[in-house]
Each structure stands twice: as C-alpha cells, then as structure tokens.
C-alpha cells in the first residue's frame, strides 16, 4: 500500500474516530481550519483508490449533489444537464 498523506493521514484519523458517514459527517469532525467539502471528498476517493476506504463513493452521490443544491451552487438546468448525462449514458 501507498503511504498516506499528511491530509490523507488526518482524514483518516476522523473516519476512524466517527466510523461509518458521508462526507458532511466527517467534514463536521475535521479539526479548524475544516477544509472545503470538495478537498475533503477528493482525499476520500484517494484513500479509496489507495485502498484505505473501500467502496466509499458507492452510495455518497446523491449526498454530494444534495449538499450544492442546499447552498444553491448549483442550479435546477446544471442538475437538469446531469440527469440527460445519466439517461444518455443509460441508452
């Protein structure tokens, strides 16, 4: 295995410490300064890649789109424009 990051290293350290989650639980746990929710998400697909985390994302999309919609960065047409994404990608 890899070796972990100094930031991968203390995200660990907050999923171990919070056991299961999604990204908003973790990111609740992080020490000040919290780093944004896209740096943290990214870190925990790292930590998949490299085999600390399995299967993580499997089920946190709908969480991650859930958290742009609720701080409204992102619009109803971008999430119009994903759903065509999915539904081409589905034909």
């Given at each position: 295995?890899?070796?972990?990051?100094?930031?991968?290293?203390?995200?660990?350290?907050?999923?171990?410490?919070?056991?299961?989650?999604?990204?908003?639980?973790?990111?609740?746990?992080?020490?000040?300064?919290?780093?944004?929710?896209?740096?943290?998400?990214?870190?925990?697909?790292?930590?998949?890649?490299?085999?600390?985390?399995s299967d993580y994302f499997k089920n946190s999309y709908k969480e991650l789109v859930e958290f742009f919609a609720k701080d409204e960065k992102i619009s109803a047409d971008e999430l119009k424009e994903i759903i065509n994404l999915i539904e081409k990608r589905k034909k």
């Open positions: 295995m890899e070796k972990l990051t100094q930031q991968e290293e203390d995200v660990m350290q907050v999923i171990w410490n919070t056991g299961q989650g999604f990204v908003k639980d973790f990111l609740e746990e992080m020490p000040e300064p919290k780093p944004p929710y896209t740096t943290l998400a990214s870190t925990i697909k790292n930590l998949e890649k490299k085999g600390f985390v």
